[in-house]
């Protein structure tokens, strides 16, 4: 248990460390009841010289950081182990595809935590590696104040939870996020990609909304000054050299409508 709850620590340090990085978290073990299961445990905060400052230090650190530790627990189970493929941007938040009827939402710091940090894949490996190797845990369950459960691993799940390595079975991942792309070069011959600024990189995009090019068709003017609300999906492909998913594709799926570059101006776009 003391392995555990050190990997556990660790994987908290490295959570905060993203948005805190002068804050330390350390988890204390509180007394607990002879013969009961349960093991009470506070989360404190540090500054990085050691000294407990409590006027200094954004206390939301470890709330915010527990919080994401738990929403990667589940994620992981949720799939199984394996990484998202297909997820969508929506404000501070990310949807991710399970299945064709079943979405994930979890926060923007937990997916992108997920996806960059190996270091905190393996602390949480190590913890369910830990509980694995006791015989006698049946179950890892966190509650809250009002003894309210927060999460419930059955011991089936630990071996998901202890996989350090992360497995995929694609190498493609599609992202879908609404954006505003400046048209740099429109190109009005069917079965041609456009040219778009995309926050400022240029792009080439297929458009596969009918209704659109319908309107491009009838005679509907753009020009290079132009810009399109659109949905944008990015297919990205694993690079083995770099171990990292890099854009191949883009496509527009839909095209909300065009701000000309006066609307621009007054947006600050």
Known sequence: MVESFGAFESALRLIAAHSHPDVILKIRVSPFKEGSFEIPIEVHQYLAVGALAVNSIDWTSA??????????????????????????????????????NTHIYIDQRTFNINAKDESVAEALAKSFQALESDKEIKSFSVLDK?????????????????????????????????TTLQIFKAVFDSGYQWHFLYKGIKIRANIKDEKFQSRVKSGEKFGRADALDVDLEILKEFDEELKTYMNKAYSILIVYKKISQSVQDELGI
């Open 63 to 100: 709330r915010d950081s527990v919080k994401i530790l738990i929403e990667l627990i589940k994620l992981k189970l949720s799939l199984k182990g394996k990484e998202p493929t297909i997820f969508e941007k929506t404000n501070n938040n990310y949807k991710i595809t399970k299945n064709k």
């Open 146 to 178: 009002q003894r309210k459960k927060i999460i419930d691993v059955p011991r089936k799940s630990f071996g998901v939870l202890s996989t350090q390595k992360k497995q995929t079975d694609s190498q493609e991942q599609r992202i879908k996020e609404r």
